[in-house]
């Protein structure tokens, strides 16, 4: 008999599978293991790219409230110059001072409409953030169930790792 037929005492006759289809299987473990291996790595890359889109809004979002600050107290200071405006304009006397308060009023409203651009950049990036994020989450979210079972099957391999317990 030649080597495929022979049998070793005490073992258990193995059944016969061509070698094709063990090296394809072998080939097929490989990828698998090795498309595990990559795993870690693009999970890393996505956190970081979702803490840095995550610092991105929290940074939009202090500058968008400190615009609405700075708008709330112009608009107060408009509100109270236009009050004082309707004062003088009553006061013929005061028409130098009119003049000064209202001077002081454009000069108010100008720098609003000076920042407006920002704030409608702000909006801009403040919504690519956040199609950004949900086109992120959207994306990763898909690979969490594959990554478990490749995980289990990894650990199943010999020579994997260990098995944790749950």
Same mark, same amino acid.
């Given at each position: 008999?030649?080597?495929?037929?022979?049998?070793?005492?005490?073992?258990?006759?193995?059944? $016969?599978?061509? $070698?094709? $289809?063990?090296?394809?299987?072998?080939? @097929?473990?490989?990828?698998?293991? #090795?498309?595990?291996?990559?795993?870690?790595?693009?999970?890393?890359?996505?956190?970081?790219?979702?803490?840095?889109?995550?610092?991105?809004?929290?940074?939009?979002?202090?500058?968008?409230?400190?615009?609405?600050?700075?708008?709330?107290?112009?608009?107060?200071?408009?509100?109270?110059?236009?009050?004082?405006?309707?004062?003088?304009?009553?006061?013929?006397?005061?028409?130098?001072?009119?003049? @000064? #308060?209202?001077?002081?009023?454009?000069?108010?409203?100008?720098?609003?409409? @000076?920042?407006?651009? $920002?704030?409608?950049?702000?909006?801009?990036?403040?919504?690519?953030?956040?199609?950004?994020?949900?086109?992120?989450?959207?994306?990763?979210?898909?690979?969490?169930?594959?990554?478990?079972?490749?995980? #289990?099957?990894?650990?199943?391999?010999?020579?994997?790792?260990?098995?944790?317990?749950?």
């Amino acid at each position: 008999m030649g080597v495929e037929g022979t049998v070793q005492a005490g073992m258990a006759p193995l059944p $016969l599978i061509p $070698l094709q $289809l063990v090296l394809r299987a072998l080939d @097929d473990l490989h990828v698998i293991a #090795r498309a595990a291996a990559e795993l870690p790595d693009v999970e890393a890359r996505l956190t970081e790219r979702v803490d840095a889109l995550e610092d991105r809004a929290s940074e939009a979002v202090e500058r968008l409230d400190a615009v609405q600050d700075t708008a709330a107290g112009a608009t107060a200071a408009a509100q109270a110059l236009q009050r004082r405006a309707a004062e003088a304009v009553d006061v013929a006397s005061g028409l130098d001072t009119l003049d @000064d #308060r209202l001077s002081r009023l454009l000069q108010v409203a100008e720098r609003i409409e @000076d920042g407006l651009p $920002l704030v409608e950049q702000l909006q801009t990036t403040v919504t690519d953030l956040s199609r950004a994020t949900t086109t992120l989450a959207a994306a990763v979210e898909p690979l969490q169930p594959a990554s478990e079972r490749l995980g #289990r099957i990894v650990e199943r391999l010999p020579g994997g790792a260990p098995r944790r317990s749950h």
